[in-house]
């Protein structure tokens, strides 16, 4: 389940710095400025960077599938569509 407390500020990091380095090099130094921010964003837990880097795939495996699978709510909260509101009719 998607945090539901998740802020439109790390929506919109998660749209646009974390997705595109999603499928990129994995490494200490991604996992800790993307993967685990974006996991922790996305779940609303603390959570660590795997202690062996035999871990990491399925670290990155596991962020990457919750983000396929709210990837359209994630993109709703970052850019929220915007509604048209008529003006109110001055009553005299």
């Given at each position: 389940m998607l945090n539901k407390d998740l802020t439109r500020?790390?929506?919109?990091?998660l749209v646009e710095s974390y997705y595109p380095k999603s499928s990129g090099r994995i490494d200490g130094n991604t996992m800790d400025?993307?993967?685990v921010p974006a996991r922790k964003y996305m779940t609303?837990?603390?959570v660590g960077r795997p202690g062996c880097g035999c871990h990491y795939k399925s670290f990155v495996m596991m962020t990457n599938s919750m983000y396929s699978q709210y990837e359209a709510?994630?993109?709703?909260?970052?850019?929220?569509?915007k509604t048209k509101t008529r003006a109110k009719r001055k009553t005299t």
């Amino acid at each position: 389940m998607l945090n539901k407390d998740l802020t439109r500020e790390n929506a919109i990091w998660l749209v646009e710095s974390y997705y595109p380095k999603s499928s990129g090099r994995i490494d200490g130094n991604t996992m800790d400025n993307y993967f685990v921010p974006a996991r922790k964003y996305m779940t609303g837990k603390e959570v660590g960077r795997p202690g062996c880097g035999c871990h990491y795939k399925s670290f990155v495996m596991m962020t990457n599938s919750m983000y396929s699978q709210y990837e359209a709510e994630i993109k709703t909260i970052a850019y929220p569509p915007k509604t048209k509101t008529r003006a109110k009719r001055k009553t005299t």
